[in-house]
């Protein structure tokens, strides 16, 4: 099978998984010779417009950004890079990929096992539903503890 994606968004957060999804990403836009995006979307609340500049005081997405930026230049990569505000990440993400007509998504998923089975998460699963370009699920290895479970 051949991976059809000469612009690739990354979606990231500040988790491990997410800067593996994008490492990943990274070699895949340099083999292919694609157009590497990368965002990172803060989540205003409700009680805040989105027409005002939400910062949260820790800059977390400015910190994210900066440190992938770093990911993306140990592996040779050119990165377009990008902060988002929005009310909810998943319609975010999927609006962009058509916008700027992305060819494919990959996400960075961490394992979630809550009542007997793994879940995606809210924002994994509209990417799946909604987007309108292939989507890559890079989910992180099951913890060890995990996996005696059984």
């Keep these: 099978m051949r991976l059809n994606g000469k612009r690739i968004l ?23 010779k694609a157009e ?10 409700m009680e805040f417009s989105l027409s005002t500049e939400f910062v949260r005081e820790d800059n ?43 060819e494919m998504i990959v996400l960075g998923v961490p394992y979630r096992h809550r009542l007997g089975s793994s879940t995606l998460g809210a924002t994994p699963t ?12 890079w989910r992180e290895r099951i913890p060890a503890p995990a996996l005696s479970r059984g």
């Design 36 to 45: 590497l995006h990368a965002i990172y979307v803060t989540e205003v609340p």
């Design 126 to 137: 509209y990417i799946l539903e909604h987007a309108p370009c292939q989507v890559i699920l």
């Design 60 to 102: 977390v997405g400015e910190h994210v950004l900066a440190r992938l930026e770093s990911v993306a230049e140990e592996e040779k990569c050119k990165v377009h890079a990008q902060l988002l505000q929005a009310r909810y990440a998943g319609p975010a993400i999927t609006l962009e990929a058509e916008d700027r007509q992305m």
């Design 10 to 32: 990354v979606p990231v957060d500040d988790t491990p998984v997410s800067e593996a999804a994008f490492r990943w990403a990274c070699q895949l836009a340099r083999h292919s």
